[in-house]
């Protein structure tokens, strides 16, 4: 009988090896994927892909071992032995010296790249990159990209579990549709109307009741039929819900900490990607709040602008409003609280002191939306109440109600656009720059 | 102007605060759901439910401040204040001897709780506990499932982090169908004929290409008509993919050692669910792996069982292999290696020594499949080649096949359900009691 007992010691090394230990000298063997061949007329360099980055292999004769140099292959994956070579110039500070290669795979006979993946940015438009989005994404820059999502996705949990949350799984497939409108995924579920989840807002302040903390950073599904730079049908949401709050500020408060930690952990564990991207790192340590219509007044006074609705808030609003914090404040970030009750969902907790706005906010970054967050009813009265004045059957949500019905502590929450944030932080135009596979009205492949 | 700032002091204290401090004898202020209040005529016991776990607290006159022990509710939550007494009988070994009540929030007007939340153990069938989810989960064991669930996950993403793995987000809506077979949720999407993934295999396979280790804990779908007791509709993948592999073995020893990492962060992080469960956790030091046709003869000699058919293995073979690993070399876990090939979908690799068999493996836990994985094909030529003999039009998989056409290295992974692998661990008898809201062919809500 075999048996299974976890990692065996393997002769092959990794980049971090190299640079952690005093290689200088020393024969090592890695692997890796043939990123480009660069013809130096005496020799060549054969340059590694790796996860952790590009190594310089030099090629000095016309073969190494059996493997002659006009028969190795960009895109083919290879094993070299060779010897550890400083080179200031090289990738990481050291070049091999090629003594041995093993080829491991080998791309398709007589195929060449359609993109030149091992230049420094992809010079291409962004339609032809989504594309050829598998192998596209081979590129050092591009995958740099999804190595700072990862990071903010694992910030986050990490900050939240150290402030006693617990994360959540909660079902995509759903029977209700919590943020109301058109914009819904439906479904075919063994003859019943099933839906996909825009939000797992009813399930999180469910978890509230069971754990009075909880997050969850999952997929979410939104049949918008509009193709903008900023919207996208499906995305990751990054939510969080608390009990016992005293007011809405608590939420605003742990996800400016939140973000305070996230961008942090960026600047230590990421430090290879935040400065491949050439990524300025924001300050979260004070960001302006500001009241939804306060905030419509100043840009209308300072930027001449005519307020055309009171109750709404454009996108180039939302601009102007992160320009005046950014020229009056120097925040990357405001807050706008108070937003609107008939903008809001039929959920959220209306202002007592004026019932026409409620107590929620969103978190704009760089002039756009990121957050959506505010304090919840909690009362089955209230919530029921709500619900029929907005002409909606409490009947059709007696799961829903049945939290409120047997108590739940004051809470609230939010939601966060991952793909979105990482948009903003990295400057760029259009959020399918920083989504792994979009999806949209047009795109459903790759 | 006013500024978000981050975290502020509160007075509100945790359990843990009492637990780690000396707090005997002071004073503090503890928020709660009230779970349940038991008058012991001189006076009343008030037990909080707190994520943490049970406080006691003392009502020992009639009324506290305003309050009075007969206008007090379960399902409410509270603040109260009150001064720390050690007492041995209490969960934690500490009351509250009370001088102090606010009530934050109430349940709705003259209702009971529908189930007995506050007993130890629900004693109601698995279809109210399941109608009643929303309030089942506030009992403390049911909870607890939950929270060993969260922490399968974390330690499962925490190893593969420190094996140079990078976290993936892949989409849920897909054009194609990795799987094959009829079990796939359609969906309308803008016109097109788009699915809901039953596995993110072509994303993960593509992203080895792109970070040589990937992984991702997200939903799957399956459109499984049967209602089995292991069976969902939705459920949670782990899935792990790992390049430049010198073989299946490699992935089986990474599960074997990630497994190891999982029950030793058990035992570390969630010692208090684990001891309040009763967990037995297993070894997984020593897994025997033994081939498939193998394993079939093995059961048929020792329970002698006639073997039906032999390419396929039924759910009472599982069961008795399980048996006779748990007898013979007293393991909890198998691996059953080399699946016959017309089993596995066409992106296995099939045994070169035998192409009726594939380098492939189901890891069986107490008799029950909770992973599946093997090696995958990596040249183009091959995985065009197995497509073609078995129907299929590689037309139809261009995007896929760019990876292969492109080049990809020596490579296989595998899928783990969750909620299988946490029945198995609690020995339920029913993947629905570790599902936090399960959907399957008659359940969609809540």
Redesign the interface.
């Known amino acids: ?8 010691q ?1 002769e ?1 090394i ?1 980049i971090s090896d190299i640079l952690s230990n005093d290689l200088k000298g020393k024969e090592v063997v890695l ?1 890796g ?2 990123h480009t061949i660069r013809d130096m007329s005496e020799f060549s360099f054969v340059v590694l892909r ?3 980055g590009l190594v310089q292999c030099v090629f000095v004769n016309d073969k190494v071992n059996n493997v002659s140099i006009k028969n190795l ?5 290879i094993e070299v032995k060779g010897m550890v070579h400083p080179e200031d110039r090289a990738p990481n500070g050291f070049e091999i010296i090629l003594s041995d290669i093993k080829v ?6 007589e ?1 060449t ?1 359609p993109i030149p993946i091992s230049k420094w940015k992809l010079n291409t438009s962004l339609e032809t990159k989504l594309s ?1 989005r ?2 596209a ?2 590129n050092v820059r591009e ?1 740099a990209i ?2 700072i ?2 990071g903010i ?2 910030a986050f949990r990490d900050f939240l ?1 150290s402030q ?1 949350f ?11 549709n919590a943020e109301g409108g058109a914009n819904v ?6 003859g ?1 109307k ?1 839906f ?1 989840a825009q939000s797992p807002q009813f ?1 999180k302040q ?2 509230v ?5 909880v997050f969850e950073a ?2 979410v ?1 939104r ?1 918008e ?1 509009h193709n903008t730079t900023r919207h996208l ?2 995305y ?1 949401s990054l939510d969080f819900e608390m ?2 709050i ?1 007011g809405f ?1 608590d939420i ?6 939140m973000l ?1 930690y996230v961008f942090e952990f960026l600047s230590k564990e990421y430090a290879k990607e935040v400065k491949l991207l050439g990524i300025t790192l924001p300050d979260t ?6 009241r939804f219509d306060e905030a419509k007044r100043l840009v209308s006074e300072k930027y001449d602008r005519k307020i055309k609705n009171p109750y709404d808030l454009e996108p180039e609003e939302e601009v102007l409003i992160g320009r005046y914090f950014k020229e009056e ?1 120097n925040s990357d970030f405001v ?1 706008v609280t108070h937003y609107p009750s008939k903008k809001r969902p039929f959920y959220a907790m209306d202002d007592p002191s004026d019932t026409k706005f409620t107590l929620s906010f969103d978190l704009l970054f760089k002039g756009m939306e990121v957050t959506t967050g505010g304090q919840r009813i ?4 209230d919530q029921v109440a709500k619900m029929v004045a907005r002409g909606m059957d409490p009947a059709d949500f007696s ?2 109600l ?9 809470h609230g929450g939010l939601g966060i656009g ?1 793909e979105r944030i990482t948009m903003k932080l990295l400057d760029e135009q259009n959020v399918r720059e920083t989504t ?2 979009p ?1 949209d ?2 795109r ?3």
């Open positions: 009988m075999e048996f299974v007992k976890g990692l065996k393997k092959v990794e692997r994927a043939v790796k996860y952790e292959r960009e895109g083919s994956t491991l795979s080998e791309p398709a006979k195929t790249m050829l598998p192998i994404l081979r995958r999804f190595k999502q990862e996705v694992r579990y006693h617990t994360e959540v799984r909660t079902p995509k497939i759903v029977a209700g995924f439906k479904l075919e579920y063994f019943k099933a996909l399930y469910t978890m009741g069971v754990y009075d903390r999952a997929p599904f049949a039929k049908n499906e990751t009990g016992y005293d500020e605003m408060d742990m996800e400016a900490a305070s340590s004070n960001i302006p709040a500001v404040f807050f909690h009362t089955y009265e799961d829903y049945m939290i409120h019905k047997h108590g739940m502590p004051p991952l792994l596979f999806r009205v047009s459903l492949e790759p």
